[in-house]
Structure formats: C-alpha cells, structure tokens
C-alpha cells in the first residue's frame, strides 16, 4: 500500500494490470498442463506402423474431453471412413478452433505490454509537475515536497517497466507453447492420415 501510495493515481490502474497479467499467466499454465498433454504411450503408437485402430481409440479415452489432441484425433478417428480430403477438411478446421483457444487472452497480455509503459510515463509526467510545481512557489524551502515528487515518478515509472517485462516474457512463451502444439498436432495428425492411406492401400 505504501508504494501505491507513494507512486500516484497512475498506480491503482497499474496495479489492476498486474493482477490481470498474474492471472492470464497461471490461467496459461494451468490450461498447458491440463489440456494440452499427450501420453508417451499413444504418442509411440501413433508412430508405429500400421498400429491397431481399437488401441488407438483406447488412448484416445484415457484423455480427457478438453484435450487439444483428443478433439483434434477424434475427428480423424470418427472421419476415417470419409473421404481423406473431407477428413483433412474437418481436421483443420478443428486445428483452427483449438488455435483459437490457445490464443484468447494473449491480446490482453500484449495490451499490457503496450500501456503499462505509457501509464508509468505518465505518473512520471505527473510526479514531476508536482516537484516543479513546489519548486515553482516555494523555491528549495520544501525539498521533501520535491523528492516525494521525483520518487512518485520513479516508482510509476519502474512499476510499469516491470509489469511489461513481465508480460511481455509471458506473451512469447506462450506464443512459443501455442506454435509448437499446433505444429505437434498437425505432424501427428499428418501421420495418423498416412495409417489411413496404408490401411486403405492394403485392403
């Protein structure tokens, strides 16, 4: 309370951000760990050749329904029989939507990352208006007046930085996490398509 205090008016929405940032980001990894895991068990399965379509639906189960790799292998699983070029259709489409959930909220990091700097900006605007505004009418006869000023501004000022590095740290990590799944996704998916075109050759 006493650095909000000190740092101005610009600290309370500063502050707000920090808290929308801090949850966004365990909001993030709680998501990553839950939903966005795959087994080393099913993954080896899928890279074996010409694997057995029930095992596969087996591991399938053993995820949960919120599993980005369990939406994504459902719809190949439940299309198999289609067309591949409807089956590739109905997987992007999946591909996209699970895309989509792993970027909400990041706007709101990369927002942060942009006004959080400008806020600390503008308590340093404003905390030194007020040291000059005391240096103005009283001379140097009020220097604690002054430095309260100067320390308002500092403190806006690297509270901002802060929050931005953070959230900036956060945004790309997560822009990295959100790549590198849907690069999985479309690699193993890729390789479940070619079991199809195997069974399809053989039979």
Not at 47 to 59: R, S
Not at 174 to 198: A, C, M, S, V
Request: charged fraction near 20%.
């Amino acid at each position: 309370m006493n650095i909000i205090k000190l740092g101005g008016l610009v600290m309370i929405p500063l502050s707000a951000m920090a808290i929308i940032a801090l949850a966004i980001i365990f909001d993030k990894i709680f998501y990553y760990q839950k939903h966005v895991k795959i087994s080393k068990r099913f993954f080896d399965l899928i890279e074996t050749y010409n694997f057995d379509w029930q095992k596969f639906n087996q591991q399938l189960q053993n995820l949960n329904q919120q599993n980005c790799y369990r939406r994504f292998f459902r719809v190949i699983f439940e299309n198999r029989t289609k067309p591949i070029w409807w089956l590739e259709s109905r997987a992007v489409d999946e591909a996209k939507q699970i895309e989509k959930q792993l970027n909400s909220l990041l706007w709101i990091l990369e927002t942060i990352i942009t006004s959080a700097p400008l806020l600390g900006l503008l308590g340093t605007i404003i905390g030194m208006m007020s040291s000059f505004k005391i240096l103005g009418n009283e001379g140097v006869v009020n220097p604690t007046g002054i430095t309260a000023g100067v320390a308002e501004s500092l403190i806006a000022t690297g509270f901002g930085l802060v929050i931005a590095i953070i959230a900036l740290f956060a945004f790309n990590y997560f822009t990295k996490l959100q790549n590198q799944t849907i690069d999985e996704l479309e690699r193993l998916g890729t390789r479940i398509i070619d079991h199809l075109k195997i069974d399809r050759n053989e039979n």
